[in-house]
């Protein structure tokens, strides 16, 4: 993950103030894996042993890029190609005689499972390797084609509507969308399949999503701004509703995880394992989506008993979730609990108490608990 460029003078921007997202000089020589890349039983108890390969983000694409440096452009986008690439390379260090290849990133990463999940599967058929089962998981990257709470001029990668930034990115990256969807849209809406809810329905492979419901990205380009001020009504409104919306777009969809909380990211985070929606934590409703496939595989049964993969809070605003990670004030760091969270986000205790025919003290107790 890591965002993404869309023209010459945002991509030099980036280039100046986020090298590592753009080159490999200044990477590391090593990385220690955390949370699914881990390798460590506590931290990662179904996959800590898998065969794991990590591929940082250097094509600022949203991994889709197909275009080498040109006379017109400084920049090459190849992100895409990439991601062929590493498969090719891998096929020889035993990925061939692999059952199971899992596709996961976070944020443009996970955006960059949707888009390349498909075209892995082929690449290895066609490599004459059908015996390996691909699947997605695709973490903070299930973004929505909303209307922003305030609109904006599309000037940098932050203040640009998710639609309008897509859409000349598309073009300055030349980049690649599964033929199955590009064939649901005319020529030159290819950008909704950078949208989740419309990609995943023309995906073949399993995909599992991870989404938090108030993903802090999403406000982000959303002009929804958490910093300092209290938040107006208008504002509460719109997260709430924010929430609902994303909640009906996965509501389809047959292996989900999406917490009723403020964040961005999970499957990296060494807290991965702590974070519960309806009481099953995330690497438990993976280890159920993977036996799932396994299960139908042989035989088509019927979802495992006590194993649920569709898991989707149902309580309304940021944070009602109580497994939820810890929020911290952006100024100060420090950290805050629901309840001054909630104060500081302008929610009215008394007038929220009100409607929903409680005393205030009643209310603030089920907010603290979580209920």
Not at 103 to 115: H, I, R, W
Not at 150 to 175: F, L, S
Request: net charge neutral.
């Amino acid at each position: 993950g890591g965002w993404y460029c869309f023209n010459r003078e945002n991509c030099d921007t980036r280039y100046d103030t986020m090298r590592r997202l753009m080159s490999s000089r200044e990477w590391p020589a090593t990385r220690v894996g955390t949370g699914i890349l881990s390798s460590q039983p506590e931290e990662n108890p179904h996959w800590w042993n898998a065969n794991m390969v990590f591929i940082p983000y250097c094509s600022s694409d949203v991994w889709s890029g197909a275009s080498s440096k040109s006379e017109k452009n400084d920049y090459a986008f190849m992100g895409a190609l990439i991601i062929q690439e590493v498969i090719k390379e891998l096929v020889g260090k035993g990925l061939s005689t692999a059952k199971v290849l899992l596709l996961a990133g976070s944020s443009a990463g996970g955006t960059g499972v949707l888009l390349n999940v498909d075209r892995v599967a082929e690449q290895l058929e066609e490599m004459g390797y059908q015996g390996i089962q691909v699947r997605g998981l695709a973490d903070s990257g299930w973004f929505l084609d909303n209307k922003q709470y305030r609109r904006t001029d599309c000037i940098d990668t932050i203040t640009c509507a998710p639609t309008e930034a897509i859409r000349r990115g598309i073009r300055y990256w030349n980049g690649i969308v599964p033929e199955r969807c590009k064939l649901q849209f005319k020529e030159g809406e290819e950008w909704n399949c950078f949208f989740g809810y419309k990609i995943y329905p023309t995906l073949r492979c399993p995909v599992f999503v991870v989404q938090w419901l108030f993903d802090e990205a999403q406000l982000t380009v959303d002009n929804v701004h958490l910093t300092g001020q209290p938040v107006q009504e208008g504002q509460w409104l719109y997260i709430q509703n924010l929430g609902r919306e994303l909640r009906n777009t996965l509501k389809d969809v047959t292996a989900s995880f999406a917490p009723a909380c403020l964040s961005h990211e999970i499957i990296t985070r060494n807290h991965w394992t702590d974070i519960q929606v309806k009481g099953t934590s995330l690497p438990r409703a993976l280890h159920c989506w993977d036996r799932s496939l396994h299960e139908s595989n042989k035989n088509g049964k019927a979802p495992l008993k006590g194993c649920p993969i569709h898991l989707i809070d149902s309580c309304p605003w940021p944070h009602c979730n109580p497994s939820c990670p810890t929020i911290r004030d952006q100024f100060t760091g420090q950290e805050m609990n629901v309840i001054q969270f909630l104060m500081h986000m302008g929610f009215d205790v008394q007038k929220m108490a009100q409607q929903q025919g409680l005393e205030p003290s009643k209310l603030l107790g089920m907010l603290s608990s979580g209920n």
